[in-house]
């Protein structure tokens, strides 16, 4: 399990090149796509395609090439392999059949997505892509209204206006940060309400690239709503340690213990 740039080229191990070079083949979603970065790189191999179209037939031959011994490297058309992308079937069956899976770690919209969020990263819930028809996209938000963790989903520009408008609707006033050509040229993330980024995006005219759709948890909202003195009295007052009080408070605000520190000795 390869994983390869999701937009800038540079971004690709050492050890993603080696594995590469090393195969006796490469399976892949858009043969096209991976001679791009194979080519950038000096790597000739051969290639086989694998997707969502022609998954089951094909993971039955290369399980029979990886029983015969061949190495093979599965790589999406762009990051970490089996997030939101195929190869579930492929990986299951070789487990099953004792066939050595490897993961060779790199690139990842959903994890570089949020590590620049400024949203809460101590748990999160990856929801792949919200479904495409309203009442199931709803329906879908509705069942993780309460669940504590941030959300993240990935989305298609054709799709984002109604998927905003069914976030503000479902789950409210929550913060929203949209991540947009990670990597690339264009990168952007934007920030604020859903229904101020609705707004934002519906000026433009057209919407562009690949987009990571993040949600804060309930709480993040809420606990913004009081300061960050009497966030910390409260916890303290209900019995939790000093320590762990400003720990919390600082997780739920995106800030470092530290800033939490000094605005608590600034009273």
Avoid at 59 to 88: C, F, H
Avoid at 138 to 155: C, D, I, S
Wanted: aromatic content about 4%; charged content about 30%.
């Amino acid at each position: 399990m390869v994983a390869t740039p999701i937009g800038n080229l540079e971004d690709i191990t050492l050890r993603a090149l080696r594995t590469l070079r090393e195969v006796d083949q490469i399976a892949c979603e858009d043969t096209r796509q991976t001679r791009k970065l194979l080519d950038r790189h000096g790597i000739s191999k051969p290639l086989v395609s694998y997707h969502e179209h022609n998954e089951q037939a094909r993971a039955e031959e290369l399980l029979r090439d990886l029983e015969a011994g061949k190495n093979i490297a599965l790589v999406s058309d762009a990051g970490t392999p089996l997030i939101a992308d195929p190869g579930y079937r492929l990986v299951a069956q070789a487990r099953t059949l004792g066939v050595t899976v490897s993961p060779i770690p790199g690139p990842s919209a959903l994890v570089s997505a949020l590590s620049a969020s400024g949203l809460p990263t101590d748990s999160f819930l990856f929801g792949g892509f919200l479904p495409a028809k309203k009442t199931q996209r709803r329906k879908t938000l509705e069942e993780m209204k309460e669940y504590p963790a941030t959300l993240v989903f990935y989305e298609t520009p054709h799709r984002i206006l109604e998927a905003l408008e069914d976030i503000a609707d479902v789950l409210g006033p929550r913060r929203v940060t949209i991540a947009r050509e990670l990597t690339k040229i264009h990168e952007e993330f934007l920030a604020g309400e859903a229904s101020e980024l609705r707004e934002t995006l519906e000026k433009r005219p057209s919407i562009k690239g690949e987009i990571t759709l993040m949600i804060a948890k309930l709480e993040a909202h809420v606990v913004e709503t009081i300061s960050i003195e009497a966030a910390f009295d409260k916890l303290v007052e209900a019995g939790m340690p000093r320590m762990d009080a400003m720990k919390k408070v600082a997780r739920e605000r995106g800030l470092s213990k530290r800033e939490v520190y000094q605005k608590l000795n600034e009273r």
